[in-house]
Structure formats: structure tokens, C-alpha cells
């Protein structure tokens, strides 16, 4: 496969986030090879209900 | 990092980056403002959240290898093909006159600037520990009212008109 890019002039007034997580990029610039993952876990039993109990800790 | 090696080398064909006024408000767990050229950018986070309903610090709590979200593997996309690849800059540059951004969690990244290979991997275990059923809205303090009205205007419009 063959790919020619040309990039003329960019101009960008202003640019608004909010917010940027979990292994994400805001990239003014150039770059070749993007790898980016996020795992997330909440399951329904990560919901509990009752008197707090501590997570088991290493010891 | 290391099957990198030897690559670790400024790329040639890149544009200046060029941000009049950058207003950054917050960033946590492990985020990164990078203001320059680099060559890899590896951003790895792991991190257990607990969010409960009465603040209760405990010293020494969570153990990562309880949970496989932290060791199980997550898929890689297929290997790029041979791609023949031709850039012609016209020796532009790339400009932004204002850029705001309000919060940056979990291995995020905001790069003024070119780099070369970027890998990021977050992974979050979360849990949820309520005293009943039932959660209380508490009204937020008028400053505090102010505060995201100020901050993330769009996103304090629709939390507060909930």
C-alpha cells in the first residue's frame, strides 16, 4: 500500500475539553504508531450495600 | 521498550507545533503534559477505586493480584502492513490559538509537539460501598455551584438542572 499525505497550513482558534482518561491522547503534532487500551471493571457485585468492609489488603 | 530499540530515533518529517495559551486545571493518576518533540510516549496505569459512602482511609488495603482485570490480556490490534509512506509538510506548521482543558485522569496524555510511538494501557477495578440503599443529595455550596459553572460550564448545566 502506498499513502501520500500533504498537509497545508492549520489553524485552529481555540479547542475545549473536559476531560481526558483512561489512556487517551490529545496530540497537537505528528506521530506515527498509536497503541492505546483500557480496561475497566465494575461489576454488579462491586456495588455493596451494609456495614463498610475493608478490601483484603497483601498480608 | 525494549523491542523499540534502535528506533529510538527523532522522526524526520515532522511539523512545529506552535499553542498561544494552554490553561490546564487538574490532572491525577499518573498523566502527563509533554511540551516538545519525544520519540515514545509509554503510559501504563493500574489502579483500584473505592468510592464509599462514608470516607474511611484504611492504611493498608487492595491487593492487584486479587483481580484479574490486572493480569488478564488484552488483545493487540493485528500488525500494520507494509505501508509505503509519504509525507510533504509544505513547511507548515500546525497552530492553535487556545486550547482548555479541564481534568486529565488515568494515564492520559496532552502533547504540544511530534512524537513517534505512543502506547497507553489503564486498567481500573471499581467498587461501590453504600450504608443503604438509599443516597442523599446534599445541595453543593453556592461556591462550589460557581466553581463548575466556571470550570466545565456544558457538563455543571446538566449535573445541577439534574
Given at each position: 500500500m502506498k499513502m501520500e499525505v500533504v498537509n497545508k497550513q492549520l489553524h485552529i482558534g481555540k479547542i475545549e475539553i473536559t476531560g481526558v482518561a483512561s489512556s487517551s491522547i490529545v496530540l497537537v503534532g505528528d506521530t506515527e504508531v498509536m497503541t492505546l487500551s483500557s480496561i475497566s471493571d465494575t461489576p454488579p457485585e462491586a456495588v455493596t450495600v451494609g456495614p463498610i468492609v475493608p478490601l483484603a489488603s497483601i498480608r | 521498550l525494549a523491542e523499540w530499540e534502535g528506533e529510538l530515533v527523532l522522526a524526520r518529517q515532522t511539523r512545529v507545533s506552535q499553542v498561544g495559551e494552554l490553561l490546564m486545571a487538574s490532572m491525577q493518576t499518573s498523566s502527563i503534559v509533554f511540551i516538545g518533540d519525544n520519540v515514545v510516549i509509554d503510559a501504563y496505569l493500574k489502579a483500584i477505586a473505592v468510592q464509599r459512602e462514608v470516607a474511611n482511609f484504611y492504611d493498608d488495603e487492595g491487593n492487584f493480584?486479587?483481580?484479574?482485570v490486572f493480569s488478564q490480556s488484552i488483545p493487540e490490534p493485528d500488525p500494520e502492513p507494509e505501508v509505503e509512506f509519504a509525507v510533504d509538510n509544505c513547511e507548515s506548521c500546525i497552530q492553535v490559538d487556545r486550547m482548555n482543558v479541564v481534568s486529565m485522569a488515568d494515564s492520559a496524555v496532552v502533547q504540544i509537539g511530534s512524537t513517534r510511538l505512543v502506547s497507553g494501557e489503564a486498567r481500573i477495578k471499581q467498587f461501590r460501598q453504600l450504608l443503604s440503599g438509599e443516597v442523599s443529595r446534599i445541595p453543593p455550596s453556592p461556591s462550589a455551584v460557581a466553581a463548575a459553572r466556571r470550570l466545565a460550564p456544558i457538563a455543571a448545566k446538566k449535573a445541577l438542572e439534574m
Open positions: - | 493480584a486479587d483481580y484479574r
